[in-house]
């Protein structure tokens, strides 16, 4: 039985959700008609309205690739030239004894380095170094000796003496010394004796006793008070007369 053209509609075939490898597609083609494998179904660039764009936009992503890679070999170059290292170095120091004293940084300095006395920074650690700041005196800069330095701090205190008629009930702790500035714990009487010299390195301490003393005896009457003069100087002394070593953190935060 022959089949009529008008029996066959395409529209009557079964629907597919999509084409896979191992499905077919039926193509004409001069010899006759054929079936392909869809795996083996190839659209090249020359039929399709997209290749012209998209040889030109792979064009343009080459040359970007080439111009960013050039650029960041000029940056590394750039960078590599201009780099400069990091040097960090720390010490703790002391003034236990005298005006001066030597310590080194850690770590060591490299040779690159360049130490001067404006390179280091200078903090307080306690009370002592707050009162008595130091100031770098010496840097080493030889091959053995790099990185190590020295400080000096200008160690003063301000003395009093009061010298006249001063009787012989004003009495002094240690923070009061009697002609030669010697301390005492229990505190010194004066014998009676008449124009001697009290000094102090407390000045406050000083003149509350000096006005208790004439407050005590002189509240009524004035006699007998005499001639009492005070002076104050100021006097270099070392760290071994105060009560706490001055101690300082130093660093020194350098590039090269």
Do not use: W
């Not at 764009?53 to 970007?64: I, P």
């Not at 040779?111 to 100031?135: G, H, R, T, W």
């Amino acid at each position: 039985m022959a089949i009529k053209k008008t029996d066959i509609n395409i529209l009557d075939l079964p629907l597919v959700e999509n084409v896979a490898a191992g499905d077919y597609l039926v193509v004409e083609t001069p010899d006759g008609t054929s079936i392909i494998d869809y795996e083996n179904f190839i659209i090249g660039p020359e039929n399709t309205t997209l290749s012209v764009t998209v040889s030109s936009l792979t064009n343009d992503v080459l040359d970007l690739a080439q111009n960013i890679a050039t650029s960041i070999d000029n940056l590394s170059t750039d960078i590599y030239e201009n780099f400069k290292q990091l040097y960090i170095g720390t010490a703790e120091i002391t003034i236990d004894s005298g005006h001066t004293a030597t310590s080194y940084l850690s770590p060591r300095p490299p040779a690159e380095v360049e130490l001067s006395f404006n390179d280091f920074i200078i903090v307080p650690s306690n009370q002592a170094a707050c009162k008595y700041p130091c100031y770098i005196t010496q840097v080493d800069t030889s091959e053995d000796g790099r990185g190590t330095f020295s400080v000096y701090a200008p160690i003063k205190k301000i003395a009093a003496a009061a010298a006249g008629q001063i009787e012989s009930d004003l009495i002094i702790d240690n923070s009061v010394a009697y002609n030669t500035y010697f301390n005492s714990s229990n505190g010194i009487n004066f014998a009676d004796t008449m124009n001697q010299i009290v000094s102090s390195f407390n000045l406050e301490y000083f003149f509350n006793q000096l006005d208790r003393y004439l407050l005590d005896k002189y509240s009524v009457s004035t006699d007998n008070i005499g001639n009492v003069s005070i002076q104050t100087d100021e006097l270099d002394i070392v760290a071994e007369d105060l009560e706490q070593a001055p101690s300082y953190l130093i660093k020194v935060v350098k590039t090269y």
